[in-house]
């Protein structure tokens, strides 16, 4: 759809000559006229608006100037219409109108949500607001949108009218400024759930924040800290500088183990950038040790053993092709990377942290028409669609099937949601030979005529996952918009409709980063898949004993250790349902309880005759004298359902007794999610302790329930 | 008119205050919160909104509305 159209402008523009006549007014509806690319010319529209505004006072005048616009059908007439009854304080009605040019608009246009976003914060339609500006900031704007919306997006957050999923406090370390940074960081973890509490270090003096115990940095207690450096820290001459490089990095990996001594927390360390244009050219990488070698070796001594809890941020992938830096922006005020990279910088950095704390999106739903392939099943039949060559569209397709596949190589759930007959939809994976994706690798196939937003919502329950860890891909924009108002948890990417502009979305959304790869991510759509066999034997009416026993499940369970912690931080930051006191840990304070006599920290793995489920869940126990008291309980809901809780119970009394105790306290911390957790500890024999909230058991008098369908092996 | 228009906009939404009237005259000392970082934001999102890009000697004598509808005159 384009542009300003000729008609509305004619109109405004002899409206205007009418009123008077102003030479830059005429040229304001020219640019207007000129418009390309964009829906039509907001700046220019805006500024129509900014000069009716302060020529038209009479109230007989503004009536007449609003019943002109209104009979105009152009998306730009309703938006100037909408500046103007906001203007004039009729703010519920600006809302009316903008909201009918946000509806005619086949992308979402950010500064259009942004203007709604501030009359909604005006109504104090605080949580409509958000949705707003989460639309806007998921089309990634350019930086002076950050710098518009900033103040905008600090009353949104501090009205606490939406929910976030979680609260980081981040510390920023770097050898450049960073008060550009800090609004579009908060912008992009607001846009995925996170209110993010930021602490700047004064730049250049990260060593002392790091090595002094009285810094800023410790009082501040940080969860995650972004250790910021860039090429200018190596001072590397055209050649040479080995030795400088070497004590750098090792500089840097001392740091790195000081924090995490003093304050446990999560560190993305960001890598050195290979600099463009350097004054010996191709030779800076020919050279054994030319500057770009150097730069390379200086990430491969960073990268090289990378410690728990320690993930690298390579910068060299954000913005192929287009210097990371803008020597004037450094000079000036040290700015790095430049203001135009920093948005991408910062969701790198936002997918990094969520990856970390366990909030990295799960399932990838697909559309199939025009999505998968090109062309429509329904109508086009198998021979008329386009995957995979000759034609660059098929090769599209194909490749974002390939993208697809290789999410769910490393543990990334796959989903179908299309409307169209089951039949249709299934026949391509069935008998296309240049399909890349097969039945089999989808965790749940809608394929039916409800809307899309209901299918959603079943398939959440169906998959025990929360919607907010859906990322729905789909080329049609009416579908992508009813999403995003229907389910606001559900990630949507604002790509164009063109293959290349999904896959294009997928790649810049980050939204599946991780930061260790874990043998459970390999195995977990079997898992998945296997859940949604047991949900139909259940359904089937068999017994349910007869159904446990059938099973053959053995729990293998052992101390948490260095092979563990990886896995056992995943699920002690990702575990929602199951999971009785939602106590977060990062990877450090995982290990620090692991190897201290004062708690008991055992991890629990599950196969049945489905197959291996991986590690799935963990017990955590303090130790005070003769009581132990349950820190953290939880269990991945991948095996719910299958009395697991029982046998996890009985390994934990059967450790306090051996180990001298007399009682068992649990306790249980309700969250929106943890529901189905509520009465875990009377269910396992827990009696009402005193204190309220808590569970008491005692060893001396009571029995841990059996756990006859489960058969135990132990490690280590 | 135009130009000033299109800062008082900008003024608006980045110091989000819709009161907020500026002039020619209207300085630093004028409107709070327009500091040192502020104007760095400031004279990015005006290069990015008007396609242009400031000196380094231009943007430290900013200290006026005036001053930078001066400097976005001799770019444009």
Not at chain 1, 386 to 399: L, S, Y
Not at chain 1, 468 to 479: A, I, K, R
Not at chain 2, 3 to 11: C, E, I, P, S, Y
Request: with cysteine; net charge negative; hydrophobic share 45%.
């Amino acid at each position: 759809m384009s542009v300003a159209k000729p008609a509305f402008t004619g109109e405004l523009v002899s409206y205007l000559l009418d009123s008077a006549s102003d030479a830059s007014l005429v040229s304001e509806a020219l640019r207007l006229l000129a418009a390309s690319g964009r829906p039509f010319a907001v700046d220019a529209a805006d500024t129509m608006a900014d000069v009716l505004e302060s020529r038209t006072s009479a109230p007989e005048a503004r009536s007449a100037l609003l019943l002109a616009l209104s009979e105009s059908d152009r998306p730009a007439a309703r938006y100037v219409q909408a500046r103007l009854l906001a203007a004039w304080g009729k703010v519920e009605e600006a809302i009316t109108a903008i909201s009918a040019t946000l509806g005619s608009l086949p992308a979402s246009e950010p500064a259009l949500l942004a203007a709604r976003a501030r009359w909604l914060v005006k109504q104090k339609r605080f949580a409509e607001a958000g949705v707003d500006l989460r639309a806007a900031f998921d089309t990634h704007p350019a930086y002076s949108f950050y710098v518009r919306t900033e103040r905008l997006l600090e009353k949104v957050v501090s009205a606490k009218a939406i929910k976030s999923r979680r609260t980081i406090r981040l510390a920023l370390l770097s050898s450049s400024t960073t008060g550009l940074l800090a609004p579009v960081l908060r912008a992009a973890c607001f846009t995925r759930g996170i209110e993010l509490e930021l602490y700047e270090g004064v730049y250049g003096s990260y060593r002392q924040e790091v090595l002094d115990p009285t810094s800023g940095l410790y009082r501040f207690r940080p969860d995650a800290v972004v250790f910021l450096v860039n090429s200018h820290d190596l001072d590397l001459p055209p050649r040479g500088g080995a030795q400088q490089v070497e004590a750098f990095c090792q500089e840097l990996r001392e740091l790195w183990s000081a924090l995490q001594a003093k304050n446990p927390c999560h560190i993305v360390q960001v890598g050195f950038e290979s600099p463009a244009g350097g004054a010996w050219g191709s030779l800076e990488d020919s050279l054994p040790d030319g500057r770009r070698r150097m730069i390379a070796h200086a990430n491969e001594l960073l990268l090289r053993e990378l410690p728990t809890g320690v993930s690298f941020l390579n910068v060299d992938v954000l913005a192929p092709g287009v210097p990371l830096e803008s020597l004037q922006e450094w000079h000036a005020s040290r700015q790095f990377p430049r203001a135009d990279a920093l948005p991408l910088f910062a969701d790198a950095i936002c997918a990094q942290l969520r990856a970390a704390v366990g909030l990295s999106s799960k399932v990838l739903v697909l559309d199939l028409d025009n999505t998968l392939w090109g062309g429509v099943i329904g109508e086009d039949g198998l021979g008329g669609i386009r995957i995979g060559p000759p034609t660059a569209e098929g090769e599209a397709h194909r490749a974002l099937q390939l993208y697809a596949k290789e999410l769910q190589a490393r543990g990334v759930l796959l989903a179908v949601c299309s409307k169209n007959n089951l039949a249709d939809a299934q026949a391509p994976f069935q008998s296309h030979a240049d399909m890349v994706l097969k039945l089999d690798d989808f965790v749940s196939f809608k394929a039916n005529w409800e809307d899309k937003a209901t299918n959603l919502v079943a398939m959440a329950k169906e998959l025990s996952l929360g919607l907010d860890s859906f990322v729905f891909l789909d080329d049609n924009p009416v579908e992508r918009s009813w999403i995003r108002s229907q389910v606001p948890e559900v990630t949507v990417p604002d790509g164009g409709t063109t293959p290349w502009a999904l896959l294009a979305s997928l790649q810049r959304g980050m939204y599946f980063d991780s930061v260790a790869l874990t043998s459970e991510d390999l195995e977990r759509k079997q898992s998945y898949a296997a859940t949604a066999a047991l949900q139909q034997v259940q359904q089937s009416g068999a017994s349910l004993e007869g159904f446990l026993q059938g099973l053959n499940m053995v729990a293998t369970h052992g101390p948490v250790d260095a092979n563990t912690i990886a896995r056992v931080t995943q699920l002690v930051n990702k575990t929602n349902q199951f999971n009785v006191t939602t106590r977060r840990y990062s990877a450090e304070q995982v290990k620090q309880f692991a190897e201290s006599p004062e708690w008991w920290c055992r991890w629990f793995r599950l196969a049945d005759r489905f197959g291996d489920h991986g590690l799935i869940g963990t017990i955590f126990a303090r130790i005070e004298g003769d009581t132990w008291f349950v820190d953290t309980w939880l269990m991945s809901c991948r095996v719910l359902g299958r009395h697991l809780e029982e046998f996890m119970c009985g390994q934990l009394l059967t450790a306090a007794a051996a180990r001298g105790a007399l009682s068992v306290v649990g306790e249980y911390l309700p969250t929106d999610k943890n529901a189905m957790a509520a009465d875990l500890f009377p269910r396992m024999g827990f009696a009402n302790d005193v204190t309220p909230g808590r569970f008491r058991f005692e060893l001396a008098t009571q029995q841990p329930l059996p756990a006859p369908w489960i058969q135990s092996r132990t490690e280590g | 008119m135009s130009q000033l228009a299109f800062l008082q906009r900008l003024f608006r939404e980045i110091f989000e205050d819709d009161t907020l009237a500026i002039t020619p005259e209207t300085s630093h000392a004028d409107i709070e919160g327009w500091d040192s970082i502020a104007q760095v934001k400031l004279v990015l999102a005006v290069e990015s909104e008007l396609g242009i890009r400031f000196e380094s000697t231009e943007i430290s004598a900013i200290q006026s509305v005036g001053d930078l509808m001066r400097a976005i005159e001799k770019h444009s």
